[in-house]
């Protein structure tokens, strides 16, 4: 663990600690780390907070199951604040957003678009069925429709693909994606399961190089 010894906590022991979604990019929450929670945070691999409000340690998800589970933490130019990557299991604030930061002061501020957001809105479709959306008519006739659809856009990517139209196969493979994730909405499966299904094949394959080079 470096620079551990160079970060700057304040005269009351705490440091600031920028919480980002590490697959989007998006601010999180500003929280505060002492030594000991931040002890904690690295050994555990989940965020663990001070709470200033009722003076205790605090682990992030320990009665909400939101745990945060930490990719990197990264200290600014002054070591005076910290930057924690995360991989989140829900939501963030404990109102239930995503973010602690929804309240606009200057200027509109547009969500970014993410897999994981269209993925949020395609459960609430699902547990709101709202008349006359597409998505609403998927989920209600049901798995063997949205397979169906899949299989549909699979071959419209491979017919585009073939035909080397970079537009069209944007667009189908676009098509693509939207049913898959309806998919996994059907069946409860998350973008982050695909996500570290990913991880562990891109380590095994980083190791089998390493392993080749040698």
């Known amino acids: 663990m470096q620079n551990l010894e160079k970060l ?8 600031p600690a920028i919480v980002v979604d590490d697959a989007t ?63 989140k299991d829900g939501p963030a604030c404990h109102l239930g957003t995503d973010s602690c930061f929804t309240n606009p002061v200057l200027g509109a501020r547009e969500e970014p678009f993410s897999l994981e957001g269209l993925y949020g809105l395609l459960l609430e479709r ?20 949205i397979l169906k659809k899949v299989g549909e856009e699979c071959t419209e990517v491979i017919i585009a693909g073939k035909a080397r139209d970079e537009k069209e196969t944007v667009y189908e493979i676009a098509d693509l994606a939207y049913h898959v994730l309806v998919l996994m909405a059907q069946l409860g499966i998350t973008p982050e399961q695909i996500r570290r299904e990913l991880a562990s094949r891109h380590v095994i394959d980083h190791k089998v190089k390493q392993e080749k080079m040698t």
Not at 8 to 15: T, V, Y
Not at 127 to 145: A, C, N, R, V
């Open 126 to 145: 699902k547990q709101q069925l709202p008349e006359g959306s597409y998505t609403t008519y998927l989920f209600q006739k049901g798995l063997d429709k």
């Open 8 to 15: 700057k906590f304040d005269r009351n022991g705490l440091i």
């Open 25 to 87: 990019g998006k601010v999180l929450t500003l929280a505060y780390m002492n030594r000991e929670s931040l002890k904690i945070s690295l050994e555990k691999g989940l965020t663990c907070f001070w709470s200033r409000s009722r003076q205790e340690l605090w682990l992030k998800g320990e009665t909400s199951g939101n745990y945060q589970h930490i990719v990197s933490v990264t200290a600014d130019c002054d070591y005076d604040a910290l930057e924690v990557r995360v991989r």
